[in-house]
């Protein structure tokens, strides 16, 4: 991506742990690389195809004065998210917040905290097998619209299917979902654990019957295995319940494990199932 770089911002602002910080204030120097396609601009000469520097300098400077926060860690953290949720154009930023003259008792020219945020896209399964299962799903994708650091890209078809593993359990509707997200993979488990908590989920049967369920299937091209997550889901290759849906919306996103596309696993399992 192209890159719109503003270094050193100059700003004065109440930032610190210690309390004459907070009182007096001191000088900050702020620093960001706006990663965005600055093609069209370039072409048409025209401002609302890129990045407004200068509208980012005047918000970053809204954060710096209309906060007060213990730690620079938090304000680049803060004007980080700010920027790549306000302004639709950035994919990626870096943000540098320095701290000239950081009161250590030793002479020191400055202290700085750098930091690299972007959008990441993920594609999450979504089912119910258990009371209202369409409230249930409808529910879920209107909580998701409403979050700052998700953008809900694209919904697939919802389908009634037969259960999975555990078939003692009525069908399921369900489908998939495309998502732009800030979340780490693990906020993001953690936020769509909250929604299916929200909507009455038990754990009690493995594959068992449930209100919600809130899968994360890929998470760019990442590789996790942890105890309590995995990326990409381990059962993609395996449930047509989810390639029939993943491959509706994703169909040349690709398995960075098996190094197939979602329409390749999908036409393979297929062929599988009718021999």
């Avoid at 369900?174 to 754990?203: F, H, M, S, V």
């Avoid at 890929?218 to 381990?234: A, K, W």
Wanted: with cysteine; charged share 30%; glycine share 6%.
């Amino acid at each position: 991506m192209d890159q719109i770089i503003i270094k050193e911002l100059e700003l004065y602002s109440n930032h610190g742990v210690y309390k004459e910080e907070k009182v007096l204030g001191q000088k900050f120097l702020v620093s960001a690389v706006l990663y965005t396609d600055t093609k069209r601009a370039g072409k048409s000469d025209k401002i609302e195809y890129s990045v407004n520097y200068g509208e980012v300098c005047h918000r970053i400077r809204e954060i710096m004065e209309g906060n007060t926060f213990d730690l620079i860690e938090r304000v680049a953290e803060t004007i980080a998210e700010r920027l790549l949720i306000e302004f639709d154009l950035i994919r990626k930023t870096e943000v540098e917040v320095k701290k000239p003259w950081a009161p250590i008792g030793l002479p020191i020219q400055s202290v700085s905290v750098r930091i690299e945020r972007q959008w990441h896209r993920a594609y999450i399964g979504i089912g119910s097998n258990m009371g209202d299962r369409m409230k249930y799903i409808n529910e879920a994708v209107k909580q998701m619209k409403q979050e700052d650091d998700l953008r809900l890209i694209c919904v697939s078809d919802l389908a009634e299917t037969e259960p999975y593993g555990y078939t003692e359990q009525d069908k399921f509707i369900n489908g998939c979902i495309g998502i732009d997200t800030l979340k780490t993979p693990e906020e993001l488990l953690e936020y769509l654990q909250g929604l299916e908590n929200n909507a009455g989920r038990e754990r009690i049967v493995h594959w068992g019957p449930r209100t919600l369920d809130l899968d994360i299937l890929l998470y760019d091209d990442i590789v996790i295995h942890g105890d309590h997550l995995t990326i990409p889901h381990p059962e993609i290759p395996k449930r047509s319940f989810v390639l029939e849906p993943l491959a509706q919306i994703a169909p040349y996103e690709r398995h960075p494990v098996l190094n197939k596309t979602i329409l390749e696993l999908k036409d393979a399992l297929e062929e599988k199932e009718e021999k």
